[in-house]
Structure formats: C-alpha cells, structure tokens
C-alpha cells in the first residue's frame, strides 16, 4: 500500500523557516488534491495549505503571506515552504493526498496521510 512519508521538520527560532516535504512510496494516479495539515495537542487538525491540480492554491489566514505550497505531480511530491515562522506555528505537520476517480459504479475518493513530522517553533 502506497504510504506518505514527510520530511523537513525540525527546531528552528522565531523568524526562520523550514522546508517540508512529503513524497509517495509509489505512484499514486489522478491526484487531485494535496495539502498539509497541522495538529497541537487538545486541538483539531487544521488545514494549512492546500494545492490543486491546476496548480490554485488555498491558504489558511494565520499563514498567508509566509507559507508556500508547491507541487511536483510526476514525482508525487508536495512542498511546503515556512517563513517567519512563529511559534504558534509549532505543531505536528500532516501530507494529504486525494484521489478521485470514476468507474462503474461511480465516483470514489480515497485519502492518503503521512504521520506527520513536528516543526518546533521557539521564541
């Protein structure tokens, strides 16, 4: 079974980035959608970013203006770039993947999450 495996967390000041990066261990066809999630503990997981296959980009607000979503589909690879990162940034961060299809009995959708990798943000 095809799992997604993040790389690109770590510890890192206020003000600094990091790179993120989530790949598949096989290829996954029809992505739809990718997108990168956050978690802290006691909260819900959040959306991040997310990208399409046209390449429309959707960003949550606390992250607009210092976070970059970009994929590469023949690599089945999604990106996030972290700048000014903040400490309210420190979270677990999660690749999402969609594939939608179609066949005789109708459309599906299948989900596809990595486990995460954790972005320290200190102050």
């Known amino acids: 079974q095809v799992q997604l495996v993040e790389s690109g967390g770590g510890l890192v000041q206020a003000g600094g980035s990091l790179r993120l990066s989530c790949a598949a261990s096989?290829?996954?066809?029809?992505?739809?959608?990718m997108d990168w999630y956050r978690q802290v503990p006691g909260k819900q997981r959040e959306l991040v970013a997310a990208i399409t296959n046209d390449g429309t980009t959707n960003y949550a607000d606390s992250v607009k203006g210092r976070f970059t979503i970009s994929r590469d589909s023949a690599k089945d690879t999604v990106y996030l770039q972290m700048n000014s990162l903040k400490p309210e940034d420190t979270a677990v961060y999660y690749c999402?993947?969609?594939?939608?299809?179609?066949?005789?009995?109708?459309?599906?959708?299948?989900?596809?999450w990595g486990k995460g990798t954790l972005v320290t943000v200190s102050s």
């Open positions: 096989g290829r996954i066809f029809s992505i739809n959608a």
């Open positions: 999402h993947f969609r594939r939608e299809y179609r066949d005789y009995f109708g459309p599906h959708a299948v989900d596809y």
